[in-house]
């Protein structure tokens, strides 16, 4: 939806495996965000990007790294995967105009 | 933490209007609120947004008291598709640009 798409869209891994999610935007928009979402939870906020090579760490950033080589691409990285991060992922794109945030479809994460 | 509360949930008939409420008792000057709503499974989509004055789009409205200490997002005609859950949540306007969502509140539209 509005030019954000999220791949996978949904993984099984084991736990100790590397996994990598992208999100990708087609919009040129300078800043993009990972988001973690747990049952019964808001969204938290894991990394962003305010520019190409540009990131910084959200409220859960533990256990995940980013990267931000073109600006149309935000990929996030578990190094090693841990039951702990089984959750839904959904990444973001901001508007410079009102703030206004869109959001990908979500990748749903399972750590076994 | 959220900086905000609202109601866990609550219901509304079709077709009415369903009122929202949101505190934010210590929101700041430069501080906007917005409201982002979270349909099953899909990521959230913003609604709408306001600094001082009412907002009206063609989804909301959007009702700010006048110390800005509470809002209330107005669904004019509700639909059962407009099921779903609610997030109010302040944030800083230029500068900021990081969402934190507290729990929201869980509308349920009935027929």
């Known amino acids: 939806d509005a030019g954000i798409t999220q791949s996978p869209r949904h993984k099984v891994t084991e736990t100790g495996t590397p996994v990598t999610l992208r999100c990708h935007q087609t919009?040129?928009?300078?800043?993009m965000y990972w988001y973690r979402q747990d049952p019964g939870h808001g969204l938290r906020l894991i990394h962003y990007?305010?520019?190409?090579?540009?990131?910084d760490k959200g409220e859960v950033s533990d256990g995940y790294s980013v990267s931000r080589s073109k600006t149309e691409d935000f990929l996030l990285t578990l190094e090693s995967a841990t039951s702990s991060q089984t959750s839904v992922y959904f990444c973001?794109?901001?508007?410079?105009?009102?703030?206004?945030?869109?959001f990908g479809p979500g990748t749903r994460l399972t750590v076994l | 933490d959220a900086k905000t509360t609202q109601p866990p949930s609550m219901d509304c008939a079709e077709g009415r209007a369903a009122n929202l409420p949101c505190n934010h008792s210590t929101i700041s000057g430069n501080e906007y609120v917005y409201w982002y709503r979270q349909i099953h499974s899909q990521g959230p989509q913003y609604i709408i947004h306001g600094l001082k004055n009412n907002e009206t789009n063609e989804m909301a409205s959007l009702i700010i008291t006048e110390d800005r200490k509470s809002s209330t997002l107005i669904l004019p005609h509700a639909t059962l598709r407009d099921t779903a859950v609610y997030y109010c949540i302040v944030q800083e306007g230029a500068a900021g640009n990081k969402l934190t969502f507290g729990g929201g509140t869980r509308v349920l539209v009935k027929p």
């Open positions: 990007s305010y520019g190409v090579k540009d990131t």
């Open positions: 973001a794109m901001r508007q410079a105009l009102n703030n206004e945030q869109f």
């Open positions: 919009e040129n928009h300078r800043y």
